[in-house]
């Protein structure tokens, strides 16, 4: 499949950043038929806030 | 995703319940759906469409239309009336059932209200009979089995696909590519997430020490900087793409010309005999650097040689070791026998020569090392010859390809002067301006060189400026926090993009690869076309049996096979078993090349629909598909009520 594909190319990268765009991506094909998609931002931003929420339960 | 039926009632002119169990057999993967014009087949890939996406995505100006007229007629005053479509399939393992249903109210007898209440309902079936109704499909579900904006590239119109193979549509290639093989969503998911981490950024400086603030201000500086410079960089691509349109269409003119058509055949072998010397030239360039930075052995072959020359001579006067080694004298004066089997009796005269030999060899470890020594500056100084006689053919080469691009520039010079000096308007000022455009193409590459080594330049500065803040040891636990939220989009953006220029030529290739074997298989000239490319800047292209491009010379079938070639390639590479429903897939292909097309189209994907009408599959044809057909419906009109009706013909 192309996304096993796509995150193969990540392998070099940290856990927490594969799993970040993991999930962005998931989030962008969801919304990939909008042209200016609503709330993706916000989307982003709770992706980001739970990896680091997670690191700050591992420290 | 595999579709296993599709069921309609009162959809548009098919009047009551009315099924299509579509062929889920690997081997016997074709449903052929034959129809009239008329007679409903583009309305079962409306209906298709309309399930999946709705009556805003399908154009509906009156969505009372998508009713059954006589459905609507039928029902009583104050009754509801509906429509609706549902769609069986496999996904990823899963098994759904998507339903969109569309009411209309009579109030009185003509008059319908027909607010828009439409309602979808997609359930997951599980194997036990039990099943589930997902929450927002819309949203969630039914992007994940195909976005609206890739069903164009599994449900369309064969008659109408033509425009990936028509030149000046390489939009349409790039969108294709960039929407089917998740570049956009790449694209969209680093834009994205550079904007989150611009937001982090400002959220931190307020809360950012001096020298925290400092790396912030110098990062915002450089991220600055890069965005105009790749905003630059865009402006001159598509600048000098739009020059090579420019060119291309004055040389396809020239070549027009009756007059300088020969010249301009002669200029476009010239040119392409260019691009391949220096294609050559970068190749060559790159062995040569490579054998070049593999050791500095040629460079101090002299030395080895003087090494070797005051070992051998060391050697012969007895001042190293004879090169047999302690251990094998050992060995023979303790077996006393030879190698050859003669023995070797104690106090013999070969005793004695042995006993002679072991007394000049040294310990065993300086002995190995000086064996060693000698052994590898030999080979070192065998390698070093065979580089430099592998560098020196290959400066030649260098030379000669400079010679024979001088000589082509020069006849690609002459060629331009002869046509300005033509003695007619038209191909003297074409050529004027061809010249004007090169020229200005020209600089247009200096300048997009320029700024792609700024890029490549600025780059690891921004990384360098990242690390520092993201290693900047920061105590306030609200600034901690930011620095780790900034941190984490910077970084995810950044590895994005890293990877997709490269992710995006790896694709490229991959599909130029597909359509390629699939086109060759596809069309009947095979012999005719050598090589189809699909360019970097997304250019589809067909090479004929010269290496010359044909893309202009092709007729519409070719350009539909084409078409067909790179929807299949695409799909193909991105490893996603989606259903190809093609309707009137022959309509503009003739009698012989629809023969051979039918023998290789089943293989173009795992599950294959054909809507078509009756004589559009016949004959040899319909013989060829025959034994891949695992279902065939037909479809009635009836005119007497001006509906449309579904008949099964052939289920496995």
Known sequence: MLKDRIMEMFK?????????????????????????????????RKIIDNAAKRLEDED | MKIESLELYNF??????????????????????????????????????????????????????????????????????????????????????????????????????REPHEVLTVAQIWPDGRYDKLENPEQRFIPWVMPSNLSQYFFFDGEKIDQFARPGHEEEVEDAVRNVLKIAVLDRSKKHLETVAKAYQKDLVPLAN???????????????????????????????????????????????????RELQIRREEVEKAIKNKVEERKRLWTTLRETCSKGAAPLVENAI??????????????????????????????????????????????????????????SSDFENTLIRTAGDLRALLDSAKETKERISEMMKNRVRLDDDLEDLEQEKNEISDKVKNVDMEEPASLEKKRTDYQDKDRSLYGQQQVVAKSIEETLPKTEEMLNKIARFEIKQKAAKKLQQRFTLASGAADAIAKMIGAFA???????????????????WKESQFKSVTVSDDYRLEVHDRWGLPARPELSAGERQLLSLAFI????????????????????????????????????????????????????QARANLEQRIGAEYELFFDDSVGCSSIKMIKSL
């Open chain 2, 505 to 523: 030529a790896e694709m490229r290739i991959e599909i130029q690869n597909r359509v390629q074997e699939i086109f060759g298989k596809l069309v």
């Open chain 2, 568 to 619: 299949v390639g695409m799909s193909q590479v991105t490893g996603e078993d989606n259903p190809l429903i093609i309707d009137t897939p022959f309509g503009r292909i003739s009698k012989e090349p629809r023969a051979n097309i039918t023998k290789h189209i089943p293989e173009i994907a795992k599950q294959l629909v054909l809507l078509v009408t009756d004589e559009e599959l016949h004959s």
């Open chain 2, 305 to 362: 040689e003087k090494a070797v020359t005051l070992l051998d001579e060391k050697r012969e006067h007895g001042e190293m070791p004879p090169g047999i080694r302690e251990q094998f004298l050992d060995d023979l004066i303790n077996r006393e026998m030879c190698i050859c089997k003669r023995p070797i009796i104690k106090d013999s005269e070969q005793y004695y020569e042995l006993i002679r030999l072991k007394s000049k060899t040294v």
């Open chain 2, 12 to 113: 548009r002119q098919f009047y009551g319940q009315q099924l299509i169990r579509f062929s889920t057999d690997n081997n016997r993967n074709v449903t052929v759906i034959t129809g009239v014009m008329g007679a409903g087949k583009t309305g079962i890939m409306h209906a298709l469409r309309w399930c999946l996406y709705g009556s805003s995505y399908e154009g509906v100006q009156d969505i009372g239309e998508l009713i059954n007229k006589r459905a609507q007629i039928e029902a009583p005053i104050n009754t509801r009336t509906e429509c609706r479509v549902q769609i069986k399939f496999f996904h990823e393992k899963g098994h759904y059932i998507v339903t969109r249903s569309l009411f209309v109210d009579k109030v009185s007898e003509g008059i319908w209200n």
């Open chain 1, 12 to 44: 070099e990268y940290d856990e927490n950043i594969r799993e970040v765009v993991g999930q962005v991506m998931e989030k962008e094909r969801e919304k990939l038929s909008q042209k200016n998609p609503i709330g993706i931002i916000d989307d982003i």
């Open chain 2, 210 to 260: 001096d020298e925290l603030k400092g790396y912030i201000e110098a990062n915002v500086r450089l991220e600055t900087f890069l965005e105009k410079q790749r905003a630059e960089l865009k402006n001159l691509q598509n600048e000098r793409s739009t020059i090579k349109k420019q060119l291309e269409e004055i040389d396809q003119r020239l070549a027009e010309i009756q007059a300088v």
